[in-house]
């Protein structure tokens, strides 16, 4: 499959050094939404759903440890662990755990090589993280290796298209000529794609595909989000400048409110037997 920026592990690590950087776009595309279910919410669901009481769960590429806390509450794990990454992921899950009074076991690994037992969770959740492979199959191989006979694992990701409106105006405004041209982050995984990828290893019980609309009410709302975008390149003086980046795109066009769309795409499966 070919590679992306976003699956060079020089580049993954740069982008997940700094868990606010992933806060911030969180903040910020969560605060654009007019519709769209909750993504936390409804992995929680789908993983509640295919669980047994108080079962065994792992969260591959867990981030700042949203879903990790939602897991905890909902599910009650009887035996909780993590992995990512990015050592500040970790760090921040295992503050946000600790302040909830959680128990999680924080693991640092390459999902490629799952540091993990083979057939020890009942559920296993890998959210928004296999586009940073240019081999997801391998990974899908790996999650059905933990789970134990009868085992539930449910991932998700979006469409390669993403917030292409976005990338169209930044290109148009002349602040990156090739914004929409560039590869996507969700290049390697992705909503048409995925069902493929997991069906190697596992097998397939659901696909669900849902719509999720943003609207952002001007260019400091707009601005916020764009310079989290790893996949822009922002003359360097915009890059990690909101205020400016805003001022710059009032300069160039006119200030309007902007409407972007995705596609989630959640997928459940059992180990095959």
Known sequence: MTSTPFTDPDTVAGLYADAGRTQQRTSALLTAKISGENATATIVDLAARHSRPHPSVCEIGCGRGTVTLALAETITPG??????????????????????????????????????????FDVLVAAFCLYHSTRPADVVAEIARCLTPGGRAVLATKSSDSYHDI???????GLDPSASSRPSL????????????????????????????????????????AI??????????????????????????????????????????????
């Open 79 to 120: 035996r909780h662990t993590v992995v990512d990454i990015s050592p500040a992921f970790l760090a921040t899950v295992n503050k946000r755990a600790a302040e909830a009074g959680i128990a999680v076991e924080t693991v640092h690994g390459d999902f490629h090589h799952l540091p993990l037992t083979d057939a020890t």
């Open 186 to 225: 969700y290049e390697t995984f992705h909503s048409t794609n995925a069902a493929d990828i997991v069906a190697t290893g596992i097998e397939l019980i659901d696909v669900i595909h849902r719509e999720h609309t943003f609207r952002f009410t001007d260019f400091d709302h707009l601005a916020a989000y």
């Open 228 to 273: 989290t975008v790893p996949k822009y390149q922002l003359p360097q003086h915009l890059a990690t400048n909101p205020r400016e980046l805003a001022a710059e795109l009032r300069r160039r066009t006119r200030e309007r409110a902007m409407t972007a769309t995705s596609i989630v795409t959640y997928l459940t499966g059992s180990r095959r037997e």
């Open 167 to 173: 990338d169209q105006l930044i290109e148009e405004t």
